[in-house]
């Protein structure tokens, strides 16, 4: 298809047009699909709840033919799950998305990146593959994850090789963290080991709690120990040539590695910019959840994309009245001194409240201290 670039240009250019005017129904199209096409997955972590759902469906072709059309005007394609290397559907899903000129993203666990599978990817062109390790030895890999890190390494080795050998830029590597404390000490070696390993990126982000027997291990209770390492990590991370992506420290202190962390922008472009689709259909408002906005399998693509509640979104996001969902962002507004950014549900900051409080790892609000001092 001619004009591929022209239209995706286009489309990027009037995106944020609308968002700096904080325009709510738009003629634009998403600049990135994010697609959830199967909820299934070969591992249980222990910090994730996909895996957890007793429905575990495929996504539909008639989703698919809903979105098809809309990707000359999309830039990027972002594969997701549960495990996307168990679709039956991903090299139909791979092409469509290379035909419409898409970049091509997709996040795995890797244990099931066998050399078929990597031909695949390399065939297709993939731009980047995101491999949520969590971990830098076995052990800790294992309880955290249940797998077993020295194949996926292996796996990773194999493909960073074949990429080498054929002299392809794509896809670059990346290596994602869920910091938390049974691994944040890990966190320097995990990015020596991905610099030997073929991994240009390392992206970290703090575990945000969904069940009670995950609080103990937030990093909001153990602040001072998340952030030593973070600022370790980014110094290994620039003497091996590792492109370090850290969320927000709790402290600010600003060293030579701090000025490597990427900091997210302040001004919310999300709505206009992304759509998160689930298997089931089911439309979130952005990558941050932020709520639901449809589904595919009752309406078209277009009454989605200017749903009422994406509508209501963007004329308030960057407002001094922001919708309650954009107020908690984890994503974009990530701020790591609010239990929100740590904790997912109002009831399970209670209960990290309640946790942290009788051991010293949370101050007891003002009014508390002066009750008691009375």
Known sequence: MEFLHNMKVMNETMNDICAVKSIGEVVSFPETITLMPLQACNYQCQMCSEWQHEEKPEMDEAILS?????????????????????????????????????????????????????????????????????????????????????????????????????????????????????????????????????????????????????ISESLYFYQDLSDKYMKIAAEVALRHGVTMELPPLFSEAETEAHKTFNRVETHCHEPWRNVFIRSNGQVNLC??????????????????????????????????????????????????????????????????????????LIEKPAEAKLAQAL
């Open 66 to 214: 809903k979105i098809k059309p809309v990707l000359p005007f999309v830039k990027r394609l972002f594969i997701t799950g549960g495990e996307p290397l168990m679709l039956k559907k991903l090299d139909y899903l791979l092409e469509m998305g290379r035909e419409a000129g898409c970049e091509l993203w997709m996040v795995s666990n890797g244990s099931l990146l066998t050399d078929a599978k990597q031909e695949m990817l390399l065939n297709h062109g993939l731009e980047r593959l995101k491999i949520s390790l969590d971990a830098a030895t076995q052990k800790t890999y294992k309880k955290i994850r249940g797998g077993n890190l020295f194949q996926v390494v292996k796996n990773i080795v194999s493909l960073h090789k074949k990429k080498v050998e054929r002299g392809l830029r794509a896809p670059t590597i990346q290596l994602g963290f869920v910091a938390m404390k049974s691994n944040i000490a890990e966190l320097p070696k995990f990015v020596t080991m991905a610099s030997e390993i073929g991994a240009e990126i390392v992206y970290v982000s703090y575990v945000g709690v969904q069940f009670v027997k995950m």
């Open 287 to 360: 990558c941050g959840g932020g709520g639901g906005c449809g589904n595919l399998n009752e309406m078209t693509f277009a009454e989605i994309w200017n749903h009422p509640a994406r509508v209501n979104a963007r004329r308030r996001v960057n407002t001094d009245n922001p919708p309650k969902k954009c107020i908690s962002c984890k994503t974009i507004k990530q701020t790591p001194k609010d239990l929100g950014t740590h904790f997912n549900t109002p009831a399970l900051r209670t209960k990290a409240q309640a946790w942290g409080e009788p051991i010293g």
